[in-house]
């Protein structure tokens, strides 16, 4: 199916024009237009297992942090910075669509405005939650346990699917906001400097003042702070900064802040066009 493929049309009458219906209706374009043209998300999913596998084994032993086994911490690292993918993703999949002209069909439909960014952010969800699986076995392979226990567990990998559906909705009016594909995917390739700015590879404890400040109020090193605490990998350092912390409240506060600014920016952009 092309990139360009639309919902099918529906008179305004019909009883199953509602803001879920057209939600869904979305969703699955979106599905099966990652499904035709994978190339971004195959990219995204892939590039953790590769940093995985060279930063575990080529710099491993350099970056391990006293008393604890590189791998371990850097895996719920790499899972943070995926969370944190949906600013790329999003933001490519929507300016896509704007520079594509969709978005301009989409608002001729007999539809509701919140269920096109809805339908996008929640189909990135629901591939990141898959995508996220080959990770995780890798991970596992490799070393790395989840030591904490299953309510923990869960509770981390929620916490990493709110954060991503977070960044998603930032990556979208991002998207909306640039309506060029060729921009937004040059921006978003320096979306990968984000993670490199928190704790996600390397712990913030021996960095100058002002950039461990910087990277500790990352949102990243919130998330791979609480990941690592859920998993039982490691604990936070006492001393840093009350995201990392306090990394569940932390990320908990960061996503409801990303979601309540975000959502209604990106729904009054899209129902306005852009303007």
Known sequence: MSSTTL?????????????????LAVLGRHLQRIKAAPGVVILTQTMPITMLLFFGYVFGSALAAPGQEYRAFLVPGLLAATAAGG????????????????????????MSRPAVPFGQTAADLLT???????????GLAVGWRIEGGPLAALGAFGLLLLLRFATSWLGCWLGLLI?????????????????????AYIPTDNLPGWLRTVAEW?????????????????S????????VAHPVAGTL????????VFVPLSVRLYARGGE
């Open 87 to 110: 600013i790329m993703t999003g933001m490519f999949q929507a300016s896509q669509d704007c520079h594509r002209g969709v978005m301009d069909r989409f608002r001729t439909l007999p």
């Open 7 to 23: 919902v099918h049309e529906r008179p305004a009458t019909t009883a199953t024009s509602t803001p879920v219906a057209d939600s």
């Open 218 to 234: 990352n949102p990243i090193s919130a998330m791979a702070s609480a990941t690592r605490e859920l998993f039982g990998n490691a």
């Open 128 to 138: 990141t939650a898959v995508g996220m699986v080959p990770l995780i076995l890798v």
């Open 179 to 199: 309506r060029n594909e060729e921009i937004a995917g040059q921006l978003g390739s320096a979306t990968f400097v984000l993670p490199l700015l928190s704790s």
């Open 236 to 243: 936070p350092a006492a001393d840093a900064a009350w995201p």
């Open 253 to 260: 506060a960061w996503s409801a802040l990303l979601l309540a």
